[in-house]
């Protein structure tokens, strides 16, 4: 029977600059992608099934003009997939990783772009079956909101933070997601709609979203508000919420200059109507205190809005329940 070869490899570099090496590659090739690398490597065994005691990759980028990364980026004749003006800032891959048998342990895996950082630890076991394991974290530091303003067209004055711990299990075809999104002071305009201070945690899986406390003021109202969402295939949503002065004269004006698009149903040719609705359907309750009402043509007292409703589809034909509104 033939034997199978076995390796025993050590290699390594100092940094060096990747001028050189991008003007080879065919997709980097002219492009003026410049920066730094080194990496570090070990393996040995069987070539068929290799131990790697040792994989490092450090990777430092420099900043990319829009027309770099223009350039980089796959385009369609005629289109862009980037708003105008976007670049990248400076941004650093740190990567340090072995695998022993079919197990691969992420020890350090860190990015950072600007002010962002982010880092990713864990295993993945089984490498070599139709799914692995998985077990994952993502821990990010506090992101500015401000960083992806040139992202969002139409959205101005971006403020606060975010900060982002999450977690994978399970295997590749089939994860399960947890955890946690922290916002803080978090805020913007949009077609003169002022969102401000938004603070509070987003808890999260592949099942559910909660938010146990959100705060923050909308067009000068102070809002709070309490949800739950659970169970995508037949959702069950819940929703708290107060707000102290809604000002019924700025949402007419966003109504009016953002008119809402009605989706297209599908359609049946055979019978030559919409297709029913085959989507989840939704059971939903809650209530939504506002406490006073502005409008250029009348003032309102307080408003409340209870529900407690089941059959919730864009349909309205297994719709139920109770609807309750107040207003002085």
Not at 79 to 87: D, E, F, N, R, V
Not at 148 to 162: E, H, R, V, Y
Not at 311 to 323: R, W
Request: hydrophobic share 40%.
């Amino acid at each position: 029977a033939a034997r199978i070869p076995r390796l025993i490899l050590e290699a390594g570099s100092n940094s060096f600059e990747l001028s050189g090496p991008a003007d080879i590659l065919p997709l980097t090739r002219g492009k003026g992608l410049s920066g730094k690398a080194s990496f570090k490597a070990a393996a040995k065994g069987p070539v068929d099934a290799l131990d790697i005691p040792v994989l490092e990759l450090h990777l430092e980028l420099a900043a990319l003009s829009p027309e770099t990364l223009l350039a980089l980026l796959p385009v369609e004749k005629g289109k862009s997939p980037l708003p105008a003006g976007i670049g990248l800032p400076a941004s650093r891959l740190d990567f340090s990783a072995s695998k022993s048998g079919n197990t691969v342990d992420l020890k350090n895996v860190s990015v950072s772009a600007g002010d962002m950082r982010a880092r990713i630890s864990g295993r993945v076991g089984a490498v070599d079956s139709k799914a692995p394991s998985l077990r994952l974290t993502l821990d990010t530091d506090s992101i500015t909101f401000t960083s992806f303003a040139s992202f969002l067209p139409g959205i101005t004055n971006l403020q606060g933070k975010a900060q982002l711990h999450a977690a994978v299990a399970g295997t590749a075809t089939e994860p399960k997601v947890s955890g946690t999104l922290e916002l803080n002071d978090a805020g913007a305009e949009y077609m003169k709609q002022k969102l401000e201070h938004f603070t509070g945690t987003v808890r999260f899986s592949e099942t559910s979203v909660e938010i146990p406390k959100l705060t923050g003021r909308v067009n000068g109202g102070e809002l709070l508000l309490k949800f739950s969402a659970a169970d995508p295939k037949a959702p069950t949503v819940t929703l708290h919420g107060s707000l102290s002065v809604l000002d019924a004269g700025a949402l007419e004006a966003l109504m009016a200059t953002a008119p809402g698009e009605t989706a297209a149903k599908p359609f049946d040719s055979a019978q030559g109507k919409p297709s029913p609705y085959t989507g989840p359907v939704v059971r939903t309750s809650g209530d939504f205190t506002i406490e006073k009402i502005t409008h250029p043509n009348f003032n309102s007292g307080k408003a409340v809005l209870e529900w407690d409703l089941k059959g919730v589809t864009p349909e309205f034909k297994l719709l139920d329940g109770t609807p309750k509104l107040r207003v002085g």
